[in-house]
């Protein structure tokens, strides 16, 4: 929630440059909400996965994102992938195999969560991708700020737990460098 919430005081700075509330208006508003919730989706399959698996294994997981990226774009945007990129996904996905141990007795099935993450993540990046066809950088970040506020504020009613000053220094901290 505060890392959507304090990422508008940035994000009000990039709107204002980008052309003002003007930048805002928008005919593919269903296109952010669904890229919103994906992108939402994403980052709670990340931090979840920090909470559950040692913290390098959480991360080397999430980074299977661009692998998605690129085998989304084929069917999504109807990209040409050469046999190169096609080779580095098959191996790229191999080490993914080879960092969850399937079938080896000791896979944790908490790794599918970041790699649901990466998945939502590579998701996210080809709505971007098509949305950035007609709409700025800013309102895509716009559309996307305020659907991960109203959802993660949603969740607060059964899951607030009042920071101390240490941990709301590092709550807007957090929010302003992800804004």
């Known amino acids: 929630f505060f890392r959507n919430l304090v990422a508008f005081l940035p994000l009000a700075f990039f709107v204002a440059r980008a052309g003002g509330l003007s930048t805002l208006r928008t005919r593919h508003l269903g296109g952010h909400l669904v890229r919103g919730a994906v992108g939402l989706t994403a980052m709670v399959c990340f931090f979840l996965s920090y909470k559950l698996l040692p913290l390098g294994e959480a991360v ?3 980074m299977a994102g661009p692998l998605f990226i690129t085998a989304l774009s084929v069917p999504l945007l109807a990209e040409k992938v050469g046999i190169r990129r096609w080779s580095a996904v098959i191996v790229g996905f191999a080490g993914v195999l080879v960092m969850t141990r399937p079938g080896s007795g000791i896979f944790d099935p908490a790794a599918l969560i970041p790699l649901a ?3 939502f993540l590579g998701l996210a ?3 971007v991708r098509r949305l950035s066809r007609t709409e700025q950088s800013a309102t895509i970040v716009f559309y996307f ?3 991960a506020t109203l ?3 949603a969740s607060l009613p059964w899951q607030w737990v009042t920071p ?3 941990g709301l220094a590092a709550l807007v901290a957090i929010g302003l460098i992800g804004g």
Do not use: E, H, P, R
């Open 117 to 119: 993450g990466a998945f």
């Open 145 to 147: 700020t305020i659907t």
């Open 164 to 166: 101390d000053a240490t």
């Open 151 to 153: 959802a993660s504020g």
């Open 125 to 127: 990046m080809v709505m």
């Open 60 to 62: 080397a997981l999430g």
